[in-house]
């Protein structure tokens, strides 16, 4: 009887070793950078997005102002525009490390201020 009750002790002691293994692994996965960015007249609400090597950004743009806007990585070769009110989910992976500059290339907005750093970390 004191057998078969330690027996079942190591079965449930294995399995909750188990479970904890599984918990720890889905949690530690890659999964990037998620945030979002806001663009208005005439300015960017972000002038610096960390993102890491190899893994994907993932940045919900959205447009609070009036007239259209951009967001554009020259580097990595992004480019996506937004219309007034809308919002666009923009998702690239950066292969190379380094400090970028986004910007919205609409004409003269650059020079009012719509530039921003992304910073790609090892
Ligand atoms: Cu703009």
Do not use: R, W
């Amino acid at each position: 009887m004191y057998k078969k009750n330690l027996f079942i002790g190591v079965i449930v002691v294995a399995l909750s070793l188990v479970l904890v293994a599984c918990g720890s692994g889905a949690g530690s996965a890659p999964t990037g950078v998620h945030l979002t960015l806001k663009a208005q007249d005439i300015k960017f609400d972000l002038k610096e997005i960390k993102a890491k090597v190899n893994q994907p950004v993932n940045i919900t743009f959205i447009s609070e102002g009036t007239i259209e806007h951009t967001f554009v990585v020259v580097d990595l070769g992004v480019k996506e525009t937004v219309l007034p009110g809308q919002k666009k989910v923009i998702t690239f992976t950066p292969n190379k490390t380094g400090t970028f500059k986004f910007v919205c290339d609409v004409l003269g907005h650059t020079e009012s201020g719509m530039v921003g750093q992304l910073i790609v970390e090892p």
